[in-house]
């Protein structure tokens, strides 16, 4: 069964390099393999959603910049529709320059995030939810993410956030929200241990939470129920994007089992991303279920 997924928030071009090691200050370094991809949490997410095979939408802001050319071409490969929030902007898309150490499989990360580029809730296409089976919000277009969790919600469409870290709406945002799946650096405010953090979500009436720590054992708590998820010990090439694909593949799979079923699964899916370099490139390798 096809479903259709809305994936809000941040789009960016990724330069992705592998490499030895991180350059030292006034070092120059040649790369050992290069690629180029589309970028940023809610657009990984949605290209590994519609790998597993549904329809993906990327709510975002785009434009019109040429180097727009190499996002939207490498979204069309993997048949990603994009709902431009400024299609006509001529600022440059934020770029991502990543350097992945070949025999850790970590990265380093220069970026610019969507916080000069951020959207108005006007700017929201007619519309978007029709057909739509599941939202995921990574924070990055908070306004725009708002107003869709809102909608969402009415019409009983089930709300992901990707909560990789805490950004100012959250606050807002979260009463909205169904699944919250977060990174272990995500710390909302006044909460300095993993406890606090699931006792401010439940707080707000979320019934679904996890919380990912690498290659390390997932926990959540879920109907009142606490545990923990072992993730597949892997011998890691490349780490890169493994968390938002890690949500992809969760948005695919908890929309037909149960929420720590889909916790597993995606985990699955998240160590094998990370058995190939950058963030495609397993999906060339690994058949699609």
């Given at each position: 069964?096809?479903?259709?997924?809305?994936?809000?928030?941040?789009?960016?071009?990724?330069?992705?390099?592998?490499?030895?090691?991180?350059?030292?200050?006034?070092?120059?370094?040649?790369?050992?393999?290069?690629?180029?991809?589309?970028?940023?949490?809610?657009?990984?997410?949605?290209?590994?959603?519609?790998?597993?095979?549904?329809?993906?939408?990327?709510?975002?802001?785009?434009?019109?910049?040429?180097?727009?050319?190499?996002?939207?071409?490498?979204?069309?490969?993997?048949?990603?529709?994009?709902?431009?929030?400024?299609?006509?902007?001529?600022?440059?898309?934020?770029?991502?320059?990543?350097?992945?150490?070949?025999?850790?499989?970590?990265?380093?990360?220069?970026?610019?995030?969507?916080?000069?580029?951020?959207a108005l809730?006007?700017?929201?296409?007619?519309?978007?939810?029709?057909?739509?089976?599941?939202?995921?919000?990574?924070?990055?277009?908070?306004?725009?993410?708002?107003?869709?969790?809102?909608?969402?919600?009415?019409?009983?469409?089930?709300?992901?956030?990707d909560g990789?870290?805490?950004?100012?709406?959250?606050?807002?945002?979260?009463?909205?929200?169904?699944?919250?799946?977060?990174?272990?650096?995500?710390?909302?405010?006044?909460?300095?241990?993993?406890?606090?953090?699931?006792?401010?979500?439940?707080?707000?009436?979320?019934?679904?939470?996890?919380?990912?720590?690498?290659?390390?054992?997932?926990?959540?708590?879920?109907?009142?129920?606490?545990?923990?998820?072992?993730?597949?010990?892997?011998?890691?090439?490349?780490?890169?994007?493994?968390?938002?694909?890690?949500?992809?593949?969760?948005?695919?799979?908890?929309?037909?089992?149960?929420?720590?079923?889909?916790?597993?699964?995606?985990?699955?899916?998240?160590?094998?991303?990370?058995?190939?370099?950058?963030?495609?490139?397993?999906?060339?390798?690994?058949?699609?279920?």
């Amino acid at each position: 069964m096809t479903n259709n997924g809305l994936f809000v928030g941040l789009v960016t071009l990724d330069l992705i390099y592998l490499a030895d090691s991180a350059p030292l200050n006034n070092q120059k370094i040649v790369a050992n393999d290069y690629t180029v991809a589309a970028g940023g949490p809610a657009t990984n997410a949605a290209v590994t959603f519609s790998y597993l095979g549904n329809q993906s939408t990327v709510l975002g802001i785009v434009g019109s910049h040429p180097m727009t050319q190499l996002i939207k071409g490498d979204l069309a490969n993997y048949q990603i529709a994009i709902a431009d929030l400024d299609p006509t902007t001529e600022i440059a898309p934020p770029v991502s320059s990543i350097i992945v150490t070949q025999t850790t499989g970590e990265r380093a990360v220069v970026s610019i995030n969507a916080a000069k580029t951020q959207a108005l809730s006007v700017s929201i296409p007619p519309n978007i939810l029709q057909k739509t089976d599941i939202v995921l919000i990574d924070g990055h277009q908070m306004a725009v993410g708002f107003i869709q969790a809102q909608m969402a919600k009415a019409q009983k469409i089930p709300v992901v956030i990707d909560g990789g870290s805490w950004k100012p709406g959250f606050e807002e945002l979260l009463h909205q929200v169904d699944y919250a799946i977060c990174s272990a650096n995500f710390h909302p405010p006044g909460c300095d241990t993993e406890q606090e953090v699931f006792a401010y979500l439940y707080k707000l009436g979320i019934p679904h939470i996890a919380i990912t720590h690498g290659e390390k054992s997932i926990t959540y708590l879920s109907s009142n129920k606490t545990g923990t998820i072992n993730v597949p010990t892997i011998e890691a090439v490349d780490t890169l994007g493994a968390g938002d694909i890690f949500h992809g593949a969760f948005c695919h799979y908890i929309l037909q089992e149960s929420f720590t079923d889909a916790l597993k699964q995606a985990a699955n899916i998240a160590a094998n991303s990370c058995q190939f370099f950058g963030t495609r490139r397993w999906m060339q390798r690994i058949s699609s279920p």
